[in-house]
């Protein structure tokens, strides 16, 4: 049975119904203006026959049945015919009424009944876009800030540790998103926080900007400003199989995501062994020094090493010094081959690490990494480069050493001469030769998608496909597979096979 309250925001009317579908005919429900409908909706802007909510293993759906005025969920309006799986808190917006999902008794196969509940009386934020607002910015370094993020009306975060989320930006008129771990724990689900690097430009690669959005934000984000965001997003997290022992190692801002397992495991008392190593640049550089030195000394599975790799006048250092080496490795963790290793950084600290690892035999089964830096470059491709005015701080799952090439159906590829990608609402269309990505075929194009991590984990270039196929270079982590078999792909890391028409 699912629980609504359905609101005219017209009138002021509310009434709270309850929707059986399982118990009726095809297990559909109806909703629309005419009088036969399960659900009427009197208002003209309600098609006769708006849309449908039908049981389906276990789970309830909601259909948009080719409606006039269309049906929008969570504020995103949906595609026409495609089946969107319902959650506590959802709200349909239909015409001049909103509905909300109060409740759900969902029966099994077994006849047992699993209920959903709000919590509290509040929403549970799970996955979508979602407006907040900043409520506190704390300096934790001279050059790293952590945003608190809240929303109104309140909601429960819910994600999992060692996740991220985009923001989505306009900045100087122009829209952009960029991904961020979230550095605050599900266990505190009230608010949501980041923790953020002002980003100088290089002075190793001539005519490269600074970080964009991660100083736009030092410099203009206050406390009470809005913000859209969407999330929760990738897999490098200790959920759900928590390893009974942890070796955490990071280096700058790649702490953040170990700061939510860390958090997590902390505030859930959990049972796992946990030793956490952290490099930074100078001793004022340790983001959540203080924090971590509180949980070093209070909880008796965590241990933490910290290495410093550059002296500072000033700032006297006793603790480790340089980068991790196999000397240190054994010192912070003489058991860390039967550790479970997640590691996040600068690339180069990551390929030192995981290099290192390789080379002592490491189960590389058990490694697990999150990337911060410029999107991965395709071992050969005659395409462009992505744009380096761009830079990317997002993070890149690559928990297996190599990702399998994989197309979104069985193909042999064509000729470069017939391969081309049409662009549906921009009326245009360019010639390709396979290797390119839809999204730097977009750019060359004038076509504008958004994007954001350009390596498929972010979500934020996700884009339906009209028609043709694709191929992948690496897993499409940022898809589930409802949004694949509903035709959707991520432009930045599908090529077209053959003539592949898109909807941008």
Not at 74 to 83: D, E, G
Not at 228 to 243: A, I
Not at 384 to 400: G, R
Request: include cysteine; charged fraction near 20%.
């Amino acid at each position: 049975m699912l629980k609504l309250k359905v609101f005219n925001y017209q009138n002021g009317d509310l009434q709270e119904i309850s929707l059986a579908p399982e118990t009726m005919s095809h297990h559909e429900c109806s909703i629309g203006r005419a009088s036969s409908c399960h659900l009427v909706l009197d208002s003209l802007d309600v098609s006769r026959v708006h849309s449908q909510i039908k049981f389906e293993q276990t789970a309830y759906h909601y259909t948009d049945l080719g409606s006039a005025n269309g049906s929008r969920i969570n504020n995103s309006t949906i595609q026409a015919n495609q089946s969107h799986a319902l959650k506590i808190g959802d709200l349909i917006q239909i015409g001049d009424f909103v509905l909300l999902v109060e409740g759900i008794e969902a029966e099994s196969s077994g006849g047992e009944t699993s209920v959903w509940k709000r919590i509290a009386g509040e929403r549970q934020w799970t996955k979508g876009e979602l407006c907040v607002r900043c409520v506190r910015i704390v300096d934790e370094t001279p050059d790293v800030k952590t945003f608190t993020f809240a929303a109104e009306p309140p909601v429960q975060f819910d994600y999992k540790p060692g996740q991220f989320v985009t923001l989505d930006l306009k900045i100087d008129g122009e829209e952009v998103s960029r991904s961020y771990s979230i550095s605050s724990t599900p266990s505190r689900p009230h608010t949501l926080e980041i923790t953020v690097k002002r980003v100088a430009a290089p002075t190793e690669i001539p005519n490269v900007p600074s970080g964009l959005v991660s100083n736009w934000l030092h410099d203009h984000l206050n406390v009470g400003d809005p913000i859209k965001l969407n999330g929760p997003f990738g897999k490098f997290t200790c959920l759900p199989n928590l390893p009974a022992k942890l070796l955490l190692i990071s280096a700058g801002s790649g702490i953040t995501p170990m700061m939510s397992m860390s958090r997590w495991i902390a505030d859930r008392v959990a049972d796992s062994d946990l030793v956490f190593f952290h490099c930074a640049r100078t001793p004022r550089d340790l983001i959540f020094r203080q924090e971590l030195e509180m949980m070093a000394t209070r909880l008796a599975n965590f241990r933490l090493a910290v290495s410093i790799t550059r002296a500072e006048l000033g700032q006297p250092w006793l603790g480790l010094t340089g980068r991790l080496t196999a000397t240190m490795l054994q010192t912070i963790a003489p058991d860390w081959r039967e550790r479970t290793i997640y590691v996040c950084g600068p690339e180069g600290f990551m390929q030192g690490t995981k290099s290192l690892l390789a080379g002592l035999n490491f189960p590389m089964q058990n490694y697990y990494e999150e990337s911060f830096g410029a999107p991965k470059q395709k071992a050969a491709s005659s395409a462009s480069a992505p744009s380096a005015s761009a830079p990317s701080s997002a993070p890149s799952s690559a928990s297996s050493a190599s990702a399998p090439i994989m197309a979104v159906a069985a193909s042999t590829p064509t000729a470069a001469n017939t391969t081309k990608v049409i662009f549906a609402q921009s009326e245009k269309e360019i010639a390709a030769d396979g290797s390119a990505s839809i999204l730097e075929l977009a750019e060359q194009a004038g076509v504008k998608i958004r994007s954001s991590c350009k390596q498929g984990v972010c979500g934020a270039c996700k884009k339906r496909k009209l028609s043709g196929e694709v191929k992948y270079e690496s897993e499409p982590d940022a898809l589930d597979q409802s949004e694949q078999d509903a035709g959707y792909i991520l432009a930045c890391i599908a090529a077209p096979v053959g003539q592949v028409a898109i909807e941008a």
